[in-house]
């Protein structure tokens, strides 16, 4: 803050009576300053309060999306295993449907 702000840019001691005005006017001038520290330190508790629910959200927010990729890995580690358990029954039929043609041919031959 300034002086000016404060009023008392323009003190004048040179006597008794300027000097307890300045006095009265530096009195003032530290009511002012007290006034604008305790706004101050309110809007910085106020911030710091903030500032710990962004992070405590934060914190949830990639808990949360941890726990959601985990669920999908899981999902598709049991559809990969599925695909495979399939794919496995489709080769093992593709192999009997040929040797059942190999065992007719023989048969004919």
């Given at each position: 803050m300034r002086?000016?702000?404060l009023g008392i840019s323009s003190i004048?001691?040179?006597d008794s009576?300027?000097?307890s005005e300045a006095i009265k006017l530096c009195d003032?001038?530290?009511e002012k300053v007290s006034s604008f520290r305790s706004v101050?330190?309110?809007?910085?508790n106020r911030?710091?309060?903030t500032i710990a629910n962004l992070n405590n959200t934060s914190e949830n927010l990639t808990a949360a999306e941890s726990r959601i990729k985990?669920?999908?890995?899981?999902k598709e580690m049991m559809n990969f295993s599925k695909q495979n358990i399939l794919s496995q029954a489709a080769?093992?039929?593709l192999t009997q449907a040929n040797q059942q043609h190999q065992g007719v041919l023989q048969l004919l031959r």
């Open positions: 002086s000016s702000a004048n001691v040179s009576n300027k000097a003032n001038g530290i101050l330190g309110a809007y910085q911030l710091e309060h985990d669920v999908d890995m899981a080769q093992a039929m």
